[in-house]
């Protein structure tokens, strides 16, 4: 049986997301996400599930764990985000004054939360808010969450599906102590890395060269800074295919040449959702 530790509360889309790949996971809840990677960096028999970027709202802000903790990335996941309005049983839309959820959720429910002149009061998740709303016992008072939030807490669902666009989708990762990749084969693959440069004049420039030159297309590059200064970054990395494909071992093999440090995050098989 999976063991899977999220950021939150029980009803999180995290915590959906980790039933989606294992039904029968057994799921802990963290308060942050620096405690999520610590766990799973102590225990190895564990994986972790974090959500790390948004189609709309973009970065979730978990790069410097990545950077810190190394874990390994065993695969990624796109979790359909349907955001919807729970209040305490038997309440309408017109009772309803104020609404708590996470920032990003709120912002990705503007349109709806304007148009019925709702008060937005930002808290540290979706799961939460929805935990608070059931035990504050107000009318007035909504979150926006997942289904998932509303079975667990016995609120309903006022308003389902507000988000201001349809088929918004975060990616997950799952991650782990333990290093594993599956072996090279016909399937699409995503080989995910950070480096970091030597300091000299154009050295991104001419380190990206080889993947040019061999083909290979980058999916994510993302500058970050070191911590306490703001001229010495690392980057992030996602490329398509497999390590032990030539065409990629060619094009790291050239970065390395210009890298301070250099480290492989994970390859694993790219979501069925990236050909959507």
Known sequence: MSKFFFQ?????????????????????????????FLMASKDTDSKIIVPESNRITGNIGIEYLIFEYRLNIYSEYFQKIE???????GVKLSDIK????????????????????LIEHVR???????????KNKEKTKAAIASSLSAETYKLEIVKKNIENE????????????????????KKKYI????????????????????????????????????KNTFDSFFFLCDL??????????????????????FHVLGVFEADNQREK
Do not use: W
């Not at 975060?170 to 084969?185: A, E, W, Y």
């Open 8 to 36: 939150g509360t029980f009803g999180a889309y995290s915590h959906l997301a980790a039933l989606s790949i294992d039904p029968k996971a057994e799921v802990i809840p963290c308060k942050t996400f620096d405690e999520c």
């Open 83 to 89: 955001h919807n309005l729970l209040a305490l049983p």
């Open 98 to 117: 104020d609404v708590y959820s996470h920032g990003q959720a709120l912002s990705q429910c503007s349109k709806f939360i304007k148009s019925n002149n």
């Open 124 to 134: 540290a998740d979706t799961a939460g808010s929805a935990e608070m709303v059931s």
């Open 166 to 185: 349809k088929g918004n989708l975060t990616r997950f990762l799952v991650m782990g102590k333990n290093i594993s990749q599956p072996d090279f084969g």
């Open 191 to 226: 080989t995910s890395f950070l480096f970091k440069l030597k300091s000299k004049p154009a050295a991104l420039y001419q380190s990206l060269g080889g993947f040019a030159i061999n083909g290979v297309n980058l999916t994510k590059l993302q500058s970050y800074p070191e």
């Open 240 to 261: 398509d295919g497999h390590i032990e494909d030539p065409k990629v071992q060619k094009s790291l093999e050239e970065l390395g040449l210009h890298c301070q440090d």
